[in-house]
């Protein structure tokens, strides 16, 4: 009998209504509640649950007491066997960390988690790689591309991935943005790092007549092609990412893959480089950028890569930046521009318009970005 | 689960209370009995042995199989009970209203042109015959580029191609020959298309050698012109595009799009593999294309796909005559002949002249609607898919993404999302459904950006009544999905297969095409 862990954050999602970015931390959660936000969470989880009903006598489903899982299970008519403590009404991040924990000595084989980015940031703390994740989205912020499009979507592609029908996992990024300065009216969002998450292709892009590459075969075909058309006497930026990791691993070179590192003639030349570090390596040099699209919502610049500050763009120039993604990655967007958000105004606009995407060794696209 | 007996489809209720065959019917091979014949040929007679030989031992040796082929062993009778009954387990498109295959251009194709096809002064010609001997179907040839020529405008086509992509290829082939001559090939290796082009326009040059560049859709479902200016360079061998979109948008910009590419020296292709809407309305050569090709499998009736062999008419420009593949039809004033006189032809892209079965009933069809014709024949098809449009539009749960408001052309991408977000059910689900009403599902919408994307071309050919009952039977499903969401996700119930698990289909260890892969995978 397959093993699911199920982690629902309560609070989260209740800044929103109130126009809060977020929810973190006790003073926003008292000052949300003050302005009469309700919980949203646990509606949106039961979305989720109640796809999994059919599977209901075939999995075992554990999770926290109460509002952090208990409710919405026996609500959906499971039978969940329920494990830890917690204070009703005044849960936190501590409560997340220690139902991980839990959790992962139970040796669960999937783990459901109802919250927002900050919740994904203490799933990722908790247990890092080690088991299979999925978000359904109930938070504010949504910067992370470990939770599935909407809460339905989560519940079937949980259904088939204990079915056994979705093999491939797909490693996603946590990312989360400084709620204190997000609300000061400035981004900062940044990469932690990533979790494996089921990979719906499949499922999400309908049947198809062939079969497409996987994922990974993809990243190593752009890389190849990367690697392949490398000058000798350039500077070779890498972003962080798996797409642009590919690369590094291809070339045999040790990388930080939240980070960024820098290459001349193939070889490393320093690993995770800060903004200073990077201008002194390439002012009044020849230096390509290769970057992949960071997060669900396809930011190039301005999320998780602020290491590539204005100045680092515009040192390297604008047709020096290699822009790279799967097509899976591409299309996961919708149809919705790339961003960018590098925080000099003036540069955005200038980045705007039409950027070439390399998608393969033979492919690319024109995609569309917008500040 | 569903409704037993159903109630009769009347002028009140549309909705078709219709229930697959099912046989149950083994593989071909599981049914193979030892030493069973469909034949069984008589002893060759001494006397006419002495006079020709035993018929095998006169062959080549090496063309003298040592085992007989492993092939199923039936009397005839078996046989066609066989094929019978998986002909009635299959909704082909002469039975159903096959509306939902969107790109696919379902017309009807009359049968009189089947006759012809398959008249024995036909079927008994073979292609390695002098050409004095076959100037009839020789001048079917001639008298069909003439035809394609005035509705393309360009000036000159070849029926070599035995299928839209294989013309896709013939074009990639033809446009690296131009810049060969030029001397430019090997700079020029990148092919401009879209994302709603056929995705054959990517692969086919991609087999070629060349690079593709993708342009994506902008809001309005249409290329932009700034993102075309963005793609082209000096490394643009050419462009091929598709227009209508798959989306059924047209694209207003295409001249612009032709010029842009012109200027930096590239070759401008035209996928017109479906002109169906645009017949005697809009032509190749006026938006500023170099070359096009028409699947005569579909806007020209002669079935299409596995309904009946494929053709691509491939037309260019005189500029580029001199790389057709050959050999060339041509006449003298006084007989049609074949000209292999094209010392720069790119070579042959099939043996011989071309799918000609194909080309006969094309010009059999062209020949019995004429010119005005062809062009109510696009009228009609864009009607048609407008009512369609609008009916689809008053669904609960449906839209048509990009140009809102907007007319389509020959066909529309519908998109299913919202219904998905408030019921669970997707656009697969729906057209497993739609199998138990007596439509025929269809699940290619590459590529996949339109969220929960559904393709809907009613052509020409299905009448108000039809395109009606079509309607009235995804009415029934989307009330289904809201009211009994269970029930569509189920489906089909009334096939002959009902849920089957689609995995396996993109789990290479486990799909077998033949028999031989079966038995090695299933170790049998
Ligand atoms: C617009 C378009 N181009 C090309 C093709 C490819 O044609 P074929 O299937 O004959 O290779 C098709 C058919 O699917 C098509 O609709």
Redesign the interface.
Same mark, same amino acid.
């Given at each position: 009998m397959k093993k699911v862990g199920l982690i629902v954050n309560p609070i989260a999602g209740m800044g929103g209504k109130v126009g809060l970015k977020g929810t973190d931390g006790q003073a926003i959660l008292a000052e949300a509640k003050r302005m009469g936000a309700e919980q949203v969470s646990p509606q949106r989880t039961v979305k989720a649950l109640e796809?999994l009903i059919p599977l209901k006598n075939a999995i075992e489903l554990i999770t926290y007491p109460q509002e952090m899982g208990e409710e919405v299970a026996n609500q959906c008519g499971f039978n969940p066997k329920v494990i830890g403590s917690i204070t009703q009404g005044m849960t936190s991040s501590d409560d997340t960390k220690q139902a991980c924990k839990d959790l992962l000595k139970m040796k669960i084989d999937l783990l459901l988690f109802a919250g927002g980015d900050g919740t994904a940031r203490d799933i990722y703390n908790s247990i890092g790689n080690e088991i299979v994740v999925l978000g359904i989205p109930t938070g504010v912020k949504m910067h992370s591309s470990v939770f599935a499009y909407?809460p339905?979507r989560a519940?079937?592609l949980a259904m088939i991935y204990l079915q056994g029908?979705v093999k491939e996992l797909k490693e996603a990024e946590v990312m989360d943005v400084d709620e204190e300065a997000f609300r000061n009216g400035f981004v900062s969002a940044k990469l932690y790092g990533y979790l494996r998450v089921p990979f719906g292709r499949?499922y999400t =892009?309908?049947?198809?007549?062939g079969?497409p590459p996987t994922e990974k075969y993809s990243q190593e075909a752009i890389a190849q092609k990367i690697i392949d058309d490398m000058e000798n006497d350039c500077f070779y930026i890498i972003g962080p990412g798996t797409t642009t990791r590919t690369i590094m691993e291809k070339l045999n070179l040790d990388f930080t893959l939240l980070g960024v590192d820098l290459l001349y003639r193939k070889k490393l030349i320093e690993e995770d480089l800060n903004e200073k570090k990077l201008m002194e390596h390439i002012k009044g040099k020849k230096a390509k950028l290769v970057i992949t699209p960071i997060g669900g919502q396809g930011f190039l610049f301005g999320r998780g890569n602020q290491q590539l500050s204005p100045n680092v763009i515009k040192e390297v120039g604008k047709d020096n930046i290699i822009v790279i993604a799967t097509?899976h990655k591409?299309?996961s967007l919708?149809?919705h521009p790339f961003l960018i958000d590098s925080g000099d105004t003036e540069l955005d606009r200038l980045l705007g318009?039409? *950027?070439?995407v390399i /998608?393969g060794y =033979? !492919?690319? &696209? &024109?995609?569309?970005v917008i500040s | 689960m569903f409704e037993k007996g159903g109630t009769k489809m009347s002028r009140k209720n549309k909705v078709r209370n219709f229930h697959q065959a099912k046989w149950d019917e083994p593989v071909i091979f599981e049914l193979s009995n030892k030493g069973e014949r469909g034949i069984l040929f008589p002893e060759i007679e001494k006397e006419i042995e002495m006079d020709i030989g035993d018929g095998i031992s006169n062959l080549p040796k090496n063309m003298v199989r040592k085992q007989p082929p492993n092939l199923p062993e039936l009397s005839q009778m078996q046989v066609l009970k066989h094929y019978l009954r998986l002909s009635q387990q299959t909704l082909g498109a002469d039975l159903n209203v096959d509306i939902g295959q969107g790109t696919c251009t379902m017309k009807y194709s009359p049968k009189i042109n089947e006759k012809l096809a398959t008249s024995s002064k036909f079927t008994e010609l073979h292609p390695s015959q002098d050409e004095t001997t076959v100037q009839g179907i020789l001048e079917i040839i001639y008298k069909l580029d003439l035809f394609l020529r005035e509705i393309s405008g360009l000036d000159k086509f070849t029926f070599q191609p035995s299928g839209g992509s294989q013309a896709i290829f013939a074009i990639a082939s033809i446009v690296h020959a131009h810049h060969e001559a030029s001397g430019e090939s090997e700079k020029r290796d990148e092919i401009i298309t879209t994302?709603f082009s056929h995705p054959s326009d990517?692969a086919a040059p991609?087999v070629k050698g060349?690079?593709?560049?993708?342009?994506?859709?902008? !809001?309005d479902g249409l290329?932009?012109v700034?993102?075309? !200016?963005?793609?082209v360079s000096n490394r643009t061998a050419g462009l091929l595009i598709t227009n209508p979109e798959d989306t059924g948008i047209f694209n207003p910009k295409i001249r612009e799009f032709t010029r842009i590419v012109h200027e930096v020296g590239g070759v401008c292709g035209y996928d017109q593999a479906n002109a169906n809407g645009i017949l005697g309305i809009t032509r190749a050569k006026e938006a500023g294309f170099d070359l096009c090709f028409f699947n005569l499998h579909k806007t020209f009736s002669s079935p299409h796909g596995c309904g009946g062999p494929a053709a691509g008419a491939l037309g260019v420009t005189e500029e580029f005559i001199k790389y057709l593949p050959t050999p060339l039809v041509e006449f003298d004033e006084s007989k049609y002949f074949f000209n292999y006189d094209v010392p720069r032809s790119i070579g042959k892209v099939r043996a011989f002249y071309g799918v000609v079965p194909a080309i006969l009933k094309a010009y059999s069809w062209i020949m019995s609607l004429g010119s005005k014709g062809l062009r109510e024949v696009s009228e009609v098809a864009v009607l048609n898919n407008n009512y369609l449009l609008k009916k689809v539009l008053e669904l609960r749960g449906a839209s048509a993404p990009y140009a809102e408001g907007r007319h389509r052309i020959e066909q529309v991408r519908y998109s299913w999302d919202e219904l998905?977000?408030e019921t669970?059910v /997707?656009?697969?689900d729906i057209t497993c459904r739609m199998v138990d009403f007596g439509f025929h599902m269809w699940?290619?919408?590459?590529?996949?950006?339109v969220? =929960?994307?559904f393709t809907l071309e009613p052509t020409e050919s299905y009448s108000k009544a039809e395109i009606d009952e079509y309607i009235a039977g995804l009415k029934k499903v989307v009330e289904e999905a809201y009211e009994n969401p269970e029930i569509v996700k189920t489906a089909p119930h009334r096939s002959v297969v009902h849920k089957i698990? *689609?995995?396996s289909?993109?789990?290479?260890t486990r799909w077998a095409i033949t028999w031989r892969a079966y038995l090695k995978k299933s170790k049998k």
């Open positions: 796809r909407n339905l519940g079937d029908k499949r =892009q309908g049947l198809k007549a079969s097509s591409i299309n919708n149809g318009g039409y *950027v070439i /998608t =033979q !492919e690319s &696209v &024109v995609y569309r | 994302m990517a991609i060349y690079k593709i560049i993708n342009i994506y859709p902008n !809001e290329p932009a700034e993102a075309l !200016e963005k793609a998905y977000k669970g /997707t656009t697969e699940s290619s919408h590459h590529p996949f950006i969220p =929960q994307p698990d *689609v995995d289909l993109d789990d290479p």
